[in-house]
């Protein structure tokens, strides 16, 4: 048993580190034949497209795996400049956007200087943020839903070096246009402004169209939500080559491995799979719009493939759901979002299961309106009315 004080020191900006809260791991370790409908993390709601099982495994049976994979993923990032339409100079690949955004906070912060983010907005980046010495502060809104461009412009300060804004905003899904970024590129030289895209698919507006007028901006996406590969973590960054020479510097590049790369290259040569993928998500949000509002729910739809809804009780709405296998993200204790949930959209299929579940819930426990008759009519037939 091992006795006495910690022997070696532990960084202090690591020791006031409030740790990133990951979701509910349960999912991953049920049967199948329990059935899972796995809504809590904004994953891609069915498999990938069949050409990536096929590439992943023609590459472990061909490729020499015990070789490092190609550390500056040459062939991806050629078929994402053909995807984003920039030169591949302008392109850089990771082991996830999270790893990207890691790299990315370790290049431009250091103790003294500040980040701000765009909040209530996706915590992971607060935790890269702050284990660096740097300082984070949280610019909210009057409206959490509808971010101010004004007011973030007037937080930035002579400190600032970075500013993150996730955009689609994940959980609000507030959005800036390509115009107030332009503003705020424009008006805050000295700030890297780091666009989080990782939605980009499920809403098609990006900032990818500055990248080659301002050196000043870093567009990052994932492969983890629209193209499903969120197992085997792949990401992209667009920005200038100078910004992303000095990234590189600290770059490790065979963390982008093989597989995920062979993976990533499959799912664009079938960008259409993804594209009728999102095409169904949109069919299931006009749904959702039109069956939460008669079922009496509080609840905002993102142009990404989640949205929020409002329960006076959202630990016993989430156990309850949690029941009939169904599994969602509590946002009830983010500041400015209290009493909401989070809960991804999916197929027709799955989107009439998540509204059968939600309709049959407690109403003490969602804090909806009493359920109208027409409403019960209405969710109960509602598979027979989308074909599934």
């Not at 004004?150 to 994940?170: D, G, M």
Request: proline share 4%.
């Amino acid at each position: 048993m091992r006795k006495g004080k910690r022997p070696v020191r532990i960084a202090r900006a690591v020791m006031d580190l409030a740790p990133y809260k990951v979701s509910n791991q349960k999912p991953l370790f049920m049967k199948q034949s329990e059935n899972p409908l796995k809504l809590d993390w904004n994953e891609s709601t069915i498999s990938p497209s069949p050409k990536v099982a096929e590439a992943i495994f023609e590459a472990a049976t061909s490729y020499n795996l015990n070789w490092y994979p190609d550390v500056e993923a040459r062939e991806l990032r050629q078929k994402l400049s053909d995807y984003t339409g920039l030169e591949t100079e302008y392109i850089s690949c990771f082991g996830g956007s999270d790893m990207a955004l890691e790299y990315i906070v370790r290049t431009y912060l250091e103790s003294g200087t500040t980040v701000l983010m765009s909040a209530p907005t996706y915590d992971n980046f607060r935790v890269y943020a702050q284990s660096t010495g740097a300082t984070v502060i949280q610019v909210t809104y009057d409206n959490p839903f509808e971010p101010d461009v004004s007011r973030l412009l007037n937080s930035i300060s002579a400190r600032t070096r970075l500013v993150y804004i996730c955009n689609p905003n994940n959980p609000t899904g507030g959005m800036f246009s390509e115009e107030e970024i332009r503003t705020l590129l424009e008006k805050a030289l000295q700030c890297m402004f780091v666009i989080d895209e990782a939605y980009f698919e499920f809403c098609g507006e990006t900032a990818a169209n500055l990248v080659k007028s301002f050196n000043n901006i870093i567009v990052a996406r994932s492969f983890s939500k629209a193209f499903g590969l969120a197992a085997l973590r792949i990401g992209y960054v667009l920005s200038d080559p100078e910004n992303l020479e000095y990234i590189h510097r600290i770059k490790v590049g065979k963390n982008v491995n093989l597989l995920g790369q062979i993976a990533a290259m499959a799912a664009l040569e079938d960008e259409q799979y993804t594209l009728d993928y999102v095409s169904e998500i949109n069919d299931s949000k006009e749904i959702l719009t039109e069956e939460m509002e008669k079922l009496g729910f509080e609840f905002v739809i993102t142009p990404a493939n989640f949205m929020l809804v409002k329960f006076s009780n959202p630990a016993k709405g989430i156990e309850q759901l949690e029941n009939v296998g169904i599994f969602i993200r509590d946002r009830s204790t983010v500041p400015q979002l209290e009493g909401f949930v989070r809960i991804s959209i999916g197929t027709l299929e799955q989107t009439v299961r998540l509204i059968e579940a939600l309709g049959n819930m407690n109403d003490q426990i969602t804090g909806k309106d009493s359920e109208p008759a027409e409403a019960i009519v209405s969710h109960r037939n509602l598979r027979e009315t989308v074909g599934v």
